[in-house]
């Protein structure tokens, strides 16, 4: 049984639909990556799965149990957890108050304050600065670090790259495995793609809303999955399976 | 020596302001929120207390320890029913439905109480005095100062380090944010406004221990209230609390000089304060906006 299974869904804002009929399974501990180009629908997606928005049709279970229905912070309780892109800290709260407001699974898990500064020793370090202080990279790893302190089960990473130099990149990208080994599940936005068939088991790719592609990140080709990232009419066919 | 002893008394009165004007800006900083009726929801407070005073024979300190957790009830009850209802339909909304709200309750108050000013008995207290000296030091008016020091001090320390406060300052930056991450923002605000209507109720009643009480009291409560919040920095308490004492400072001070212009001189102040530091003297411009 998949933790999180997203099932034909459709969802929007006011009368723009962004997301058509899409499907998503992830398993215990698997990364899968989420790439698109911009507007392709990757963060209304974690946006509905998180439960900031509602889904107009469709489902989503977690570890089997309908999910779909439920509030936004009942959906952080019960295991389901996003990073949202742009970070989003608490701007006026220090880095460990930061960690410390997400309620619920704090103690279902293996992600104490402790532990989370042993992953992030750059937030340790900053523990007692405001959060608008901080750099970009200190930021991304807070903003990674508080949605871990709920213990999800399943972690939802919007952008994590976004505005910060390669080499932080790749540090966060490392700890991805560590947090996969504690059986968290991710399914992570990347923009990069060659990254993003790095960093993960399986690959999905979005266009206006429709999964266009899903596969395996280490047997999908790199050239079908580009011509379907920009929506290219032929795409020569590969080992991928078109959907 | 006099001048020592105005300032003085224009402290006692600020903190009398602050105690009265510290639920407004606690709202307005945790939800953006002005509750325009705060001032005739300090008002039913006091009648509350008179009320509980006749109906049992009580003292007013007894019939407070009553009123003031009921005030307490009555802010969760309004958040969870009217105000966040009101706050998840815009900007507009919370401000209409407080004024509804406050011509309610003023007209109500007008059908049960009548217009008569009633009076607040409270012994000797309104006008016993310490003396120092020159300086007086009036009871009544050291107890709002102290209170209004206390309500104030103990929300900044149950906002700066308790999982309450974090949870509100978390909900007060990022209101989606802090839902994605597990808070539950309807019971958060309802303690909020709750906290903000029994200071409020508070210190209305020991206002009306001087002034008497009257069903239309609340508009002038709330217009000294809003100035002290709007001098101070809006969200910020303890601007509020210097806010109220600028204002009180101003009013006692110039009385000295001329009592029909102080109340003018307050309203001065306020204006200059718009004019040259919109955001108020501890407040960010980001918040003002």
């Known amino acids: ?243 | 020596m006099t001048w020592v002893n105005d300032i003085l008394q224009g402290i006692f009165l600020g903190g009398a302001y602050a105690l009265t004007a510290v639920g407004l800006s606690l709202m307005f900083g945790v939800m953006r929120m002005v509750n325009l009726a705060h001032g005739d929801l300090a008002v039913c407070g006091t009648y509350l207390a008179t009320t509980v005073m006749a109906a049992f024979g009580v003292p007013l300190w007894a019939a407070m320890l009553i009123m003031v957790p009921l005030a307490f009830v009555l802010g969760l009850v309004l958040q969870l029913s009217l105000f966040g209802r009101a706050l998840r339909s815009g900007t507009t909304a919370p401000l209409l439905v407080t004024f509804g709200l406050s011509v309610m309750i003023e007209n109500l108050l007008l059908q049960v109480y009548s217009a008569n000013t009633r009076g607040v008995g409270a012994g000797d207290l309104d006008v016993a005095a310490a003396h120092i000296g020159a300086l007086v030091l009036p009871w009544l008016a050291m107890l709002k100062l102290i209170l209004a020091l206390v309500v104030i001090g103990g929300l900044s320390v149950l906002l700066r380090f308790t999982a309450w406060g974090r949870r509100v300052r978390a909900t007060s930056d990022d209101l989606a944010v802090a839902r994605l991450q597990g808070i539950r923002v309807r019971p958060l605000f309802a303690s909020v406004t709750g906290i903000a209507i029994a200071a409020a109720a508070l210190a209305g009643t020991l206002n009306a221990v001087t002034t008497g009480v009257y069903p239309t009291l609340g508009a002038l409560t709330l217009i000294f209230a809003f100035e002290a919040v709007v001098i101070g920095g809006l969200g910020s308490l303890w601007g509020t609390l210097l806010g109220g004492m600028l204002l009180g400072v101003t009013q006692v001070v110039v009385s000295q000089v001329s009592v029909p212009y102080a109340l003018l001189a307050s309203q001065l102040l306020f204006l200059v304060v718009l004019a040259v530091r919109p955001q108020g003297l501890f407040g960010t411009p980001q918040a003002a906006g």
């Open chain 1, 1 to 243: 049984m998949s933790t999180l299974a997203v099932r034909d869904l459709d969802a929007g804002y006011e009368d723009f639909q962004a997301l058509f009929g899409v499907s998503l399974e992830l398993a215990e501990g698997e990364i899968v990556a989420l790439v698109g180009a911009n507007g392709a629908g990757k963060t209304t997606l974690l946006m509905t799965i998180a439960g900031a928005l509602r889904p107009w049709r469709g489902a989503i279970t977690l570890d089997g149990t309908d999910i779909t229905g439920l509030p936004d912070y009942q959906r952080a309780r019960s295991g389901v957890v996003l990073v949202p892109e742009g970070r989003r800290l608490f701007a006026s709260l220090t880095a460990e108050e930061n960690i410390l407001v997400p309620a619920g699974r704090r103690d279902a898990g293996p992600w104490t304050l402790d532990a989370l500064y042993e992953l992030f020793p750059m937030v340790a370090a900053r523990r007692s600065h405001r959060a608008a202080l901080l750099s970009g990279g200190e930021q991304q790893a807070v903003a990674i670090a508080r949605a871990l302190a709920a213990n999800p089960r399943v972690l939802l990473l919007d952008e994590v790259s976004l505005g910060l130099a390669p080499a932080i990149v790749d540090a966060f990208y490392r700890l991805l495995p560590e947090i996969q080994a504690a059986g968290v599940s991710i399914l992570l936005v990347e923009q990069d793609v060659d990254r993003a068939l790095a960093a993960s088991s399986r690959t999905a790719c979005l266009l206006e809303g429709r999964v266009v592609m899903t596969g395996d990140s280490a047997s999908l080709d790199r050239d079908a999955l580009i011509a379907a990232y920009f929506g290219a009419p032929a795409a020569p066919p590969g080992p991928a399976v078109r959907t």
